[in-house]
C-alpha cells in the first residue's frame, strides 16, 4: 500500500512520489546477492550505495518512506521548523540592534509548515528509489521477514544472501501515562503534519527532541510547558551547559515543570487536553491544545523474523552486535538506530560505512573507534564530542578543564550572542583532548575542529597554532590552546626566559 501524509498536498505527493512511488514493481529476485539491505533509512541507503558502487549485487527492501526518520520525520523537517523559528526570534530581537521592525511579527503558521513540507520534498530525489534503481541496486518496497539464516522473503520474493545488513532504525516511544494515548498525544512522527499552530502545547521529555520543539513552537507563537521527571533538562550534558539552554527556552516563554511526574491525561469534549501533575510544588493541572511527547526511541525489531534467522536482540536497545557490528548470526550486520545507543544521523552513516567494510571485506574496523559528535539544535546550540566531564569522572579519568566563555570572545559580542561557552577537557601533564562541549548558535558547525584533533590525536597546544578568520565563534578554541600554553610557562622556565633577555639588551 502507497503511504498518504497529511495534508496531500503537492509537496507531500511529490515526496511520496521518490521515496515509495505508487505502483512500483519490484523486480525479480537475483540467484543470490552479496548484502540484503533491510530498511532504507541512512544506514541502509548508505550501506546499498556504497556496496553497488564497488560492485556488489545489492538488494534493499523499505516497507515504509525511503529517506527513514532522517528525510521524513526527523533532521530535515525539524531543522526547517526550527530555521522558520530563529527568523522569528531575530525579529523580535531587531531592535537590540538598532533596527526597528514598525508592524512587529506576525508568524504564518501555514505557510511554515508548507515550507518545511516543499524543501523536504526537494530534497528527498537523493534518498528516491529511482536513483538507487539508477545506482545498480534491486529495490524492493515491502515488508521484509528473515525465513531462514541467510534469506530474506519480501511478498511472495525470496532473497537469498551471502550477508545481509539490519537497518530498520527506531521509532518514537509514548510514556505510560494513564489517558495519553487516548489523548492522540503527537511525536516527531506526527508533528510536522501540523497546518495549524496549537495555541497551547504540553511538550513531554527534556532531552534534544523536546526541547528543540519547545523552544522551536514557543518561537513561533504557541504558548509552551515543558514536563520532565528530572531536575533538569539535557541531562546527558553537564549542568552548567542544561543551565545555559534552560536560560534561552525560558526567555523565549517556555514553561519548565521539572522534577514532576504527569499523574494522568484526560481529553475534553472540545479536544482540549488535561494533564494532572504533581511536583515538589504540589499537584496541578495544565491544560493544553496538543501533547507532543519526545521522550524516547524504540527500536524496530518486531515482525523481522530475527528468531529464524538466528540473530538475537531485545526490545530496549535492539539487534544486539559486537564492535565490529556482527550479530550472532554471523552471515548478518546491523547498523543505525536499530543496534545503537546513539540515534543520531551521522551515527548510523558511520556504522554503515564500518559494515561495508566488515560485511563485504571481512574488515576489522570497530564502532567503538569511531569520534562521535552529537548536537542538539536548541538556540544556542549544544555540541559535544568526547567525554564529558562526568563521563570522564564515571570511568575514573581524571581530566584538567579549559573554559572560554562567549561573552569574551570578540564575534559572540558582536553578535550579540554571548550566553555560552567553549569548554575543553586534557589529560592533566599533557595536551590530549579526551572531550569537548560548546554551547554557541552555531556550535554543530564550531565542534568539528574539536572531532578532528580528537579523531586525529591533535593536541591543545597545536590547536593555538590554527589561525582562524577574524572575527568567528571559532576563535575560542585558539584561545583555549594558549591557555594551555600559558600553563606550560612554569616559574622556573619564567626565570630562565628573563635571564635569556636580560643577557641580550
Known sequence: MTPTLTPWDEHNRTLVANVHPPGWVNPAPAARYNVVVVGAGTAGLVTAAAAAGLGARVALVE?????????????????????????????????????????????????????????????????????FRGLGVDVFLGAARFVGPDTVRVGEALLRFRRAVIATGARAVVPDIPGLAEASCLTNETVFDLTELPRRLAVIGGGPIGCELAQGFARLGAAVTLLDTASRILTREDVDVSACVERALTSDGVRLVLGSEIVSVQRGPAGERTLHVTSAQGAETLT?????????????????????????????????VDDRLRTSNRRIFAAGDV????????????????????????????????????????????????????????RGIRVRTYVRALADVDRARLDGETDGFVKIHVRPGSDRIVGGIVVARHAGEIVS??????????????????IHPYPTQAEAIRALGDAYNRERLTPWTKRALRAWFAARR
Open 449 to 466: 575542529a574539536l572531532t578532528m584533533a580528537i579523531g586525529h590525536r591533535i593536541g591543545l597546544a597545536r590547536l593555538a597554532n590554527v
Open 63 to 131: 516497507r515504509h518512506l525511503m529517506g527513514g526518520d532522517c528525510l521524513n520525520v526527523g533532521c530535515v523537517p525539524s531543522k526547517a521548523l526550527l530555521r522558520a523559528a530563529r527568523a522569528v526570534a531575530d525579529v523580535r530581537r531587531a531592535g537590540d540592534f538598532g533596527v526597528r521592525v514598525p508592524d512587529g511579527t506576525h508568524v504564518d503558521f501555514a505557510a511554515v509548515m508548507e515550507r518545511l513540507r516543499r524543501v523536504r520534498a526537494a530534497m528527498s530525489p537523493a534518498d528516491s528509489a529511482a536513483r
Open 339 to 394: 543496534c545503537s545507543d546513539h540515534r543520531f544521523t551521522h551515527n548510523s552513516d558511520a556504522q554503515a560505512r564500518i559494515v561495508v567494510r566488515n560485511a563485504l571485506f571481512f574488515g576489522r574496523a570497530r564502532a567503538s573507534a569511531l569520534t562521535l559528535p552529537w548536537c542538539t539544535y536548541t538556540d544556542p546550540e549544544v555540541a559535544h564530542v568526547g567525554l564529558s566531564a562526568r563521563d570522564a569522572e564515571a
Open 288 to 320: 493544553a491544545d496538543a501533547i507532543v511527547v519526545g521522550a524516547g526511541r524504540a527500536p524496530n525489531v518486531e515482525d523481522l523474523g530475527l528468531a529464524a534467522a538466528g540473530v538475537e536482540f531485545d526490545a530496549r536497545h535492539g539487534v544486539r
